[in-house]
């Protein structure tokens, strides 16, 4: 009847998980089903774990746990420390993967978790959240976090309520306007058909201000050519002024035309003049942005159709960056690369004097002395700077040249000597061997004498 | 009694768990629409409230109850929590205290049996590692005994803390002089504690007498369904 402490059943099964679990695991498949036979890890089910929790280690603590529930870390309390947020973690994991892959409920695991309820439901729901327990794959793949506003299944979407933002809100009657309502721009008013019909509108406006806006979904998305096409005359009559461009299109509003237009390709730029033309004055204008800080501004009069044309694009803070922003679009690459280049030496050649760089720049200015700022000016040092250190080490290499091209003919000198001298010597052998010759054709001819004459005086006598 | 040197009077404390995580145990007992919830758990009394709202819900939804139930949880932890709030701004004297903790437990199949001696003065004392180690340690295959004997000893020792407040209360009202002593005597109305004095002295052992080994020896009893069935039955008429 009274089992004795060393004789409790079913506890001989060795899983091979740290020790501490061993409560848990063997218990877990004891109370799931009292009928089923207690089963090891038999079951071949993968468990998929989702790749942003590939840190996980039933025998080491991450950073992002450390990070996502401080409380077992901050060593406040004596019981709350890493070893025990293990306990908790391994047992719930273990627990789920038991019974995988039946998705496992808090209750579930707060009813076999030694420990005060809202920690286990905290590593509950971080272990839920990254995936380690009721995960599956079919499931959407981004995690989405226990919102304990939304009653609904944690895995489930939470429910988005789609914000219209282009849904219109009738000034005259506060009604949200459905099919088509009235813009005037003018006095910036919004009226449903309904209103515009009755006249529910200001003594002041004529009815003719107004103009139709559809408000069909269809229209929202896809931009037709008509629609193109009036967008791009808008922008190249009204350039900047967003409203004029919006009325101009119809059924569309201020930022769906700023986003449409900022969507167009560029290269096509159907409102750009000839090529040439917007270079020299893309150059002048940044070379007049050069001189003066602020004297931009009485650039921007001239053309001012070009500017606004690109505004969306250029958004910086620094007007002169966005100026050059448009303008370098506008001209194109290489244009604006050369038109760079120059402008950067013109601003290096501003209180640096002649002797700098006459290599090979094309357009070279004369600034009128303006105004440059500390950094402008540190810049052109370090530019002259380098263009020294440049001419330098050019003309070292020049002399190295020359001193090897010395070296080069000093040797053909030599060389030349010495065939002169091989010539000379040459000669004189030649000389010589003339003269042996010379010599030995004279002693011939004496001893043929000197025997002619002995054979005739052997003959007289 | 004489007041032992040794045995110094020790002040009185702000009334909280006398354990290491001052944790509060609740116990639930529903019944609406036909449906009984019976639970029993811990809670740290320093998490936010709105954790009440959420663990009902996800309670209720896990355990698929109607709705109406949510309420009525939330209700049941609010208020218990707030009465152990009240208990917090008090005193209480826990003297040198060792109390008899027993647990008489029945968790689905596993019936524990248990007695054992705690110190009260011991504030860093955790029954939640106490369970944990004697599940392990009997090889106890349930995981639900585990909280359910840290969730036994700790309802004891609230109770226990419960009363000590009270005889602090009355002790200060009755005027007595502050001594040691007496509030150990006051104490042993409960009937339970025990004198560190008597426990220790020279002239006992710290061993325990034979007759009373088999008191305090841990029984687990694994029951078939058969008599988990009628322990039940029993149960229930006895509520009734």
Redesign the interface.
Known sequence: MAAKASDSGGSGEILPITPSLSETTSGVTAASQSTQPPSSTSDVDAVCVPSYSRWFSWTGIDDCEVRSLPEFFNSKSSSKNPKFYMYLRNSIIKQYRDDHPRKISFTDVRRTLVSDVVSIRRVFDFLEYWGLINHSSSSSAKPLKWDEKSAGDASSEPPTTVKETAKRICNGCKSICSVACFVCDKYELTLCARCYVRGNYRVGINSTEFKRVELSEESKKVWSEKETLQLMEAVMHYGDDWKKVATHVTGRTEKDCVSQFVKLPFGEQFVKESDSEDSLEAFDQIKGSADLESGGSDKEGSSPNKRMRLTPLADASNPIMAQAAFLSALAGTKVAEAAARAAVTALSDVDYEAEKNASGDPNRQEANGGEITNSKRAWADAKSLIQKEEQEVEGAIKEIVEVEMKKIRDRIVHFEKLDLEMERSRKQLEDMKNLLFTDQLNIFFHTRKARKSEDRVDVQT | MKALGSSGWKGPVKFRMPT??N?VPIRLDIQSEGQRYKDA????PS?PD??V???A???V???KLPSAFITQIAQSIQSQLSDFRAFEGQDMYTGEKIIPIKLDLRV??TLIKDQFLWDLNNF?S?P??F??TL?????????????A??FAIREQLYEIAIQSVASARESRLSKKGRRGSDHGSASKASGLSMDLVKLFSFKSSVVRKRKDLDVYE?????LT?EEVDALEAREERHAR
């Open positions: 290491a995580e944790l758990f811990t809670w740290n998490d709105n954790e709202v959420v663990f819900k996800r309670t939804k896990d355990l689905n199949h860093e955790d939640e590692e369970a944990r599940c392990k340690d009997l090889g106890v295959e349930d995981p639900e005994v585990g909280p004997v840290a841990p029984v687990v009893d694994l369904s």
